[in-house]
């Protein structure tokens, strides 16, 4: 099968571009990646040239032997669309999981994105807690969570919880709550093994100043879960230039009753008393 024809391939492309026209992949900003099943690693294989392996960076061998598309280093989400052989790459790991080699795409040179540290751990990480169920990472510079990590204490329950306040349905899409990493340097071990541990107990991930990691099982729940976070935080951006209080909210009896009839379970240290 031609590469591109392929359905993950199409809805990798569709997801990347769905990001760029909401605004939140200035330049080369954000990163996606996507953990390939063996059948569609199989069905495009006929494409593939190996190229020469190279150190991830970190070692991640719960996902040795694995495929992964993902965005190129310097590239930019606006460009995915019109030349996906450019923009992207298909790459294999080894059998220890600690190199990588490119087999598709970045016709034209380069590398996977820098934060491929970031994204395999935080893969190996779910692919663990929930047996194999998440295959996408997504990586955005989402405006307005990141101007709330100027103003909001950089904690996972208070991020949680003025975002869960900020829409009914946000406690039914992110039950588990958010976390958060303060200020680091992008692009490392370091970074990536502070998120891969929020991602142990969360699927959202704040980067303070910086933007969001979301996990998730396919392309729609991934994409849709940053939009719903990164909405949020757009209407709490808007409550907090109007004025510095709130006159009414959804309270923590709220909560609670609204995860008895949606049949989730909202863990307590999110409904503290303010
Ligand atoms: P890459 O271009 O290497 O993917 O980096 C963009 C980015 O958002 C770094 O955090
Ligand atoms: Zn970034």
Known sequence: ????EAGFVQGFIRMAN???????????????????????????????????????????PGLAGEYFLVTGSGKYFRNVIIDPQDSLCMIELDEKGERYRIV??????????????????????????TQGGYRVIYHAHTPNVIALTFVLPLK?????????????????????????????????REI????????????VAVWAHHGMFAAGEDFDLTFGLMHTVEKAAEILVKVRSMRPDKLQTIEPRDFRDL????????????????
């Not at 099968?1 to 591109?4: A, G, R, S």
Request: negative net charge; glycine residues 10%.
């Open 18 to 60: 769905d990001g760029w026209e909401q605004g939140w992949h200035e330049r080369n900003g954000g990163n996606l990646s996507y953990r390939v099943k063996s059948r569609e690693a199989e069905s495009v294989k006929e494409n593939f040239r190996a190229g020469d392996w190279q150190e991830i960076g970190t070692c991640v």
């Open 1 to 4: 099968m031609n590469f591109l």
């Open 104 to 129: 598709w795409g970045l016709v034209n040179g380069g590398s996977p994105t820098s934060e491929l540290p970031s994204h395999l751990m935080n893969h190996e990480v779910k692919k663990r807690v």
């Open 259 to 274: 995860a008895k009839d949606f049949k989730v379970t909202l863990p307590e240290k999110f409904l503290y008393i303010r």
């Open 156 to 188: 996972d329950e208070v991020f949680t919880r003025e975002l869960w306040e900020m829409a009914t349905e946000c406690p039914v899409v992110f039950p588990d709550g958010i976390g958060v990493v303060p200020w680091m340097v992008p692009g490392g």
């Open 192 to 203: 990536a093994v502070a998120t891969s541990k929020l991602m142990q107990e969360y699927d």
